[in-house]
């Protein structure tokens, strides 16, 4: 009889920003990759379809939110777009297993931050204050 494989369970991981920087999130978007398709025809072929190709690869874009500090870590980078510097940088976002091994991979190459939202506020809420950061990337990889 087959071995049953159940798959992994999304609430541990892991995100580094940089070389060295880890840092914990309460949630991190799903990075995707879509290839445009390109539709041929030339008169002369049979039938009525045209052939399809693929496109220009383009990369969505990923969001992280945590909950507010005293780091100001996003909106230094994000200091560094308004002053006219992208500092682009390699976000490896790494899903854990329960025994908080590494167990999939995802690398972001060359990200740069295109907008940071501060918390909302409400005097009556309950929650923790979130910020959020979305960054852009020029490739996607799945690197485990």
Do not use: C
């Amino acid at each position: 009889m087959a071995d049953i494989i159940y798959p992994f369970i999304k609430n541990n991981y892991m995100v580094a920003i940089g070389s060295d920087d880890k840092a914990g999130f309460s949630e991190v978007s799903s990075p995707d990759i879509t290839a445009d398709p390109i539709e041929y025809r030339e008169g002369n072929m049979a039938g009525k379809t045209p052939s399809k190709q693929p496109g220009i690869l383009k990369y969505g874009n990923v969001t992280l939110k945590h909950g507010v500090t005293s780091s100001t870590a996003f909106t230094d980078w994000m200091k560094e777009i308004q002053d006219g510097k992208v500092n682009r940088k390699t976000v490896t976002i790494t899903l854990l297993d329960d025994e908080m091994k590494p167990v999939a991979e995802w690398e972001l190459v060359q990200a740069w931050p295109t907008k940071y939202t501060a918390t909302d506020l409400n005097a009556t809420s309950n929650e923790v204050a979130i910020e959020s950061l979305e960054l852009v990337t020029e490739g996607v990889k799945r690197t485990k």
